[in-house]
C-alpha cells in the first residue's frame, strides 16, 4: 500500500536526516520503524503524511504520488497517534475522538455516535466521555489517542512512539489491545518506536535503521532474530535475541506430564502412586483443577493437605496458546525448575521439566533450519 522509493531527508543546514531509503510496508500489516536516536525514524513517519516533505524521491499511496494529494486531504485520510495522545485538553474525551469526522462534514449525532463506538473498541468505559483529559490516567488518554485516530476509518495509520510514556504493566495491555484491534480492523500500521522488544512483538516487519538514516535490515521479527544482517543489527537486538526468538515458537508440541498432579482430596494410595523418581514434588491442585502448589510427597497428608505449607507453583503458561519463551520462563522461575501448564480456563493439564523445554527448543531450531533450507 505505501512505497517509499529511495527519500531523501535533507536539511538546509546539510544534515541528513533519511539517506535514500526504500520500502515496501504491505497491506494490512504493521510495519515497525526501530533505531537508535537519530536514525531518522519519526521524519520517515512524518513524511508519509506529508508533515515532513522529502529532499529526493517519492511517496506512493496505492501506487499515487502523496505530493498530488492536497495535504489536508492526504492527512485527513490517516490517522496519526503520538506520544503523550497530543489530546485537546478543553475538548471532552467524545469531542476528542470525533474531531477528524468533524472536519470532515460528519453531523455533531454521526461523530459522537461514532465515537462512543470507538470507546467501546479501545476499551474505554462510556462513563468517561464526558471528563477531560486531565482527569484520565495516562494509558487511559492513549487510548482515546488511538479512537480518535481511527474515528474516520482511515486505512492508514501512523504511530510514533505512542505508548513510551506509561509504566510497562500499561505498556503492555496497550500493545495487546492495538494487537487485537488490528486483528479486527486489518489497518496499514506504520509505527515508530526505540524499543526492539516492543517491535519484535507488534510487527509483521521490522525496519532496523542507523544513524543518519540508512536502512540495515528489513524483515519479518523471526528472521531478525535468527539471522542479524550485521554486527550493527545484531548489537541492536541485544545479547538476549536468542530468548526473544521463542516467542515465535509455540508451546503446543510440548510432552507434558500427568504423573506429578495430585488432587488436594487425593488419598495416600492415590499420592504414592504420583510419586516419580525424576520429578522432585507433586503438584496440588484444587477441586476445581487449577494449581495450588508443590510439595513433597512425604509432606502430604492424604484428605487434608494444608494449602499454606505448599510451595508456590508461580506463573503457568497456557499449553498451545503461549510460546516457548513463556513455558521457559515459568520454568526458571518455578522453584522446582518444572513448569505447571493450564488450559484456558486455567485448570492444570500437565506439568514440563526445564529439560523437556531444552529439548522443544532445540527441535524448534531444527525444524527452522529444515525449512530454510528447504526455501533456498
Known amino acids: 500500500m505505501i512505497r517509499i522509493d529511495t527519500v531523501t531527508k535533507r536539511y538546509p543546514d546539510g544534515t541528513v536526516a533519511v539517506d535514500r531509503l526504500s520500502l515496501d510496508i504491505p497491506d494490512r500489516s504493521i510495519t515497525v520503524l526501530v533505531g537508535p536516536s537519530g536514525c531518522g525514524k519519526t ?50 474525551i467524545v469531542d476528542n475522538i470525533a474531531t477528524v469526522p468533524r472536519l470532515l462534514g460528519w453531523s455533531r449525532q454521526k461523530s459522537r455516535a461514532r465515537a462512543a463506538e ?11 466521555a464526558k471528563r477531560y483529559p486531565y482527569q484520565l490516567s495516562g494509558g487511559q488518554q492513549q487510548r482515546v489517542g488511538v479512537a480518535r485516530a481511527l474515528a474516520a ?21 496497550l500493545q495487546d489491545e492495538l494487537l487485537r484491534i488490528q486483528d479486527e480492523l486489518g489497518k496499514t500500521i506504520v509505527f515508530v518506536t526505540h524499543d526492539i522488544d516492543e517491535a519484535v512483538k507488534l510487527g509483521t516487519m521490522v ?17 531478525l532474530l535468527s539471522a542479524p544482517a550485521d554486527a550493527f543489527v545484531e548489537d541492536f537486538l541485544g545479547a538476549d535475541r536468542g530468548i526473544r526468538r521463542l516467542s515465535f515458537f509455540g508451546s503446543d508440541a510440548l510432552e507434558l506430564r500427568t504423573e506429578p498432579i495430585v488432587a488436594v482430596d487425593s488419598t495416600a494410595e492415590q499420592i504414592a502412586a504420583r510419586a516419580v523418581t525424576d520429578a522432585p514434588c507433586l503438584l ?6 487449577r494449581p495450588l502448589g508443590w510439595s513433597a510427597p512425604e509432606d502430604l497428608t492424604a484428605g487434608a493437605v494444608h494449602t499454606e505449607r505448599l510451595i508456590s507453583c508461580g506463573r503457568p503458561f497456557v499449553h498451545g496458546e503461549d510460546s516457548l519463551r513463556a513455558a521457559l520462563d515459568c520454568a526458571v522461575l518455578s522453584p522446582t525448575g518444572w513448569a505447571v501448564a493450564v488450559d484456558g480456563a486455567g485448570r492444570a493439564v500437565g506439568v514440563v521439566s526445564q529439560q523437556t523445554i531444552g529439548e522443544a527448543i532445540r527441535g524448534a531450531h531444527a525444524e527452522g533450519r529444515a525449512q530454510a533450507k528447504a526455501g533456498r
Do not use: C, W
Not at 520517515?44 to 506529508?50: A, G, K, Y
Not at 501506487?63 to 494529494?69: L, S
Not at 486505512?155 to 500499561?170: R, T
Open 207 to 223: 525496519a532496523v535503521l542507523r544513524t543518519g538514516g540508512r536502512l540495515a535490515q528489513y524483515a519479518p521479527p523471526a528472521e
Open 153 to 173: 476509518d482511515p486505512p492508514v495509520l501512523l504511530m510514533d512512539e505512542p505508548f513510551s510514556a506509561v509504566d510497562p504493566v500499561v505498556r503492555k495491555g
Open 43 to 92: 521524519t520517515t513517519l512524518r513524511m508519509i503524511n506529508r508533515m515532513v516533505e522529502p529532499s529526493e524521491g517519492a511517496i506512493l499511496l496505492d501506487g499515487a504520488d502523496i505530493r498530488k494529494q492536497p495535504v489536508n486531504t492526504l492527512r485527513r485520510s490517516m490517522g496519526y497517534v503520538i506520544q503523550n495522545a497530543g489530546l485537546f485538553q478543553h475538548r471532552t
Open 118 to 128: 470507538l470507546m467501546e473498541r479501545v476499551g474505554l468505559d462510556a462513563a468517561l
Open 284 to 289: 496440588v491442585t484444587g477441586l476445581d483443577g
